[in-house]
């Protein structure tokens, strides 16, 4: 069993940042991902790093958000920059460990002003 806690979320106003955070615990992880929902939409990927660091973005963040990861601490972390109002939504840290799909509880991000 992998556990994964998102930490980071809250209220921006657009063009400005956050940094979300999340912890992983458990079974070694493979790849890990954020991914976001907005009311009324489907769960669609934002960021993907594998256990490499080779990283791959959703086309509306791309070179807006990095995401990155501490391996030694089994941490994955979202930098978000020149947030819009689309992009709010909840959150989802996402892993993969021996071939299962974990999930966090989300974290709610708002860009408003």
């Known amino acids: 069993q992998v556990q994964l806690a998102e930490s980071g979320g809250g209220l921006v106003q657009p063009g400005g940042s956050l940094r979300l955070s999340c912890a992983a615990s458990?079974?070694?992880?493979?790849?890990m991902a954020w991914y976001r929902q907005a009311p009324g939409k489907q769960r669609d990927l934002v960021a993907h790093i594998s256990n490499s660091g080779r990283t791959s973005y959703g086309d509306s963040v791309q070179g807006r958000f990095t995401i990155s990861r501490d391996n030694v601490n089994n941490m994955v972390y979202l930098q978000m920059n020149s947030l819009k109002p689309e992009d709010t939504a909840v959150y989802y840290c996402?892993?993969?460990?021996?071939?299962?799909?974990?999930w966090g509880q989300g974290t709610q991000v708002t860009v408003s002003s």
């Open positions: 458990g079974y070694i992880v493979n790849t």
């Open positions: 996402n892993a993969v460990s021996l071939g299962n799909v974990y």
